[in-house]
T-cell receptor, first 113, second 113 residues
């Protein structure tokens, strides 16, 4: 398998649930990212990991918790979400942050009820 | 604050009718200007990176150009399969670690047969 793979593709969860999104990259890249895409808004950077170390957190609420156990895998743990958190969550990887192009997965469509 | 603005928000063209999409940016320490294509239900797909003013890149019916303040994506004799949302992003590197990209809201392009 090649590229960036995200699972699940769709997720519906209640506000009191706990769930996790998974991302795997097969490109040998050094940086991985979580982005949030909402309707009529630009992609919002949530978290950046470089060589498995988190280097940026754009004031994301603590109900989102990232985990990067190795350079190929990235998780986003979700708990006590709000309906406004419903969005498309995109994982991406790149060779060199800020200069190399991002390669995106196809995202997880999250609906919070 | 870094900002990327795309215009128009939406564009409807007849097949074969050439046009241009605009991306203006105010990004300090810009290390690259990126263009992506996004189809419904999918993650953004990388098209071009431009690194310096005056640079141009071409791919089939698309040509991207860069000045010191803006970038254009020129579409020559488009076909219906060129219909998609086109995203522009500025890449930055502060020197303190890994950075992501600052995205515009995108231009939704529809090519009618």
């Amino acid at each position: 398998e090649t590229g960036v793979t995200q699972t699940p593709r769709h997720l519906v969860m209640g506000m009191t649930n706990k769930k996790s999104l998974k991302c795997e990259q097969h490109l040998g890249h050094n940086a991985m990212y979580w982005y949030k895409q909402s309707a009529k808004k630009p992609l919002e950077l949530m978290f950046v990991y470089s060589l498995e170390e988190r280097v940026e957190n754009n004031s994301v609420p603590s109900r989102f918790s990232p985990e990067c156990p190795n350079s190929s895998h990235l998780f986003l743990h979700l708990h006590t979400l709000q309906p406004e958190d419903s969005a498309l969550y995109l994982c991406a990887s790149s060779q060199e942050a800020g200069r190399s192009p991002l390669h995106f997965g196809n995202g997880t469509r999250l609906t919070v009820t | 604050e870094d900002q990327v603005t795309q215009s128009p928000e939406a564009l409807r063209l007849q097949e074969g009718e050439s046009s241009s999409l605009n991306c203006s940016y105010t990004v300090s320490g810009l290390r690259g200007l990126f263009w992506y294509r996004q189809d419904p239900g999918k993650g953004p797909e990388f098209l071009f990176t431009l690194y310096s003013a005056g640079e141009e890149k071409e791919k089939e019916r698309l040509k991207a150009t860069l000045t010191k303040k803006e970038s254009f994506l020129h579409i020559t004799a488009p076909k219906p399969e060129d219909s998609a949302t086109y995203l522009c992003a500025g890449g930055t590197y502060s020197g303190g670690g890994a950075d992501g990209l600052t995205f515009g809201k995108g231009t939704h392009l529809i090519i009618q047969p």
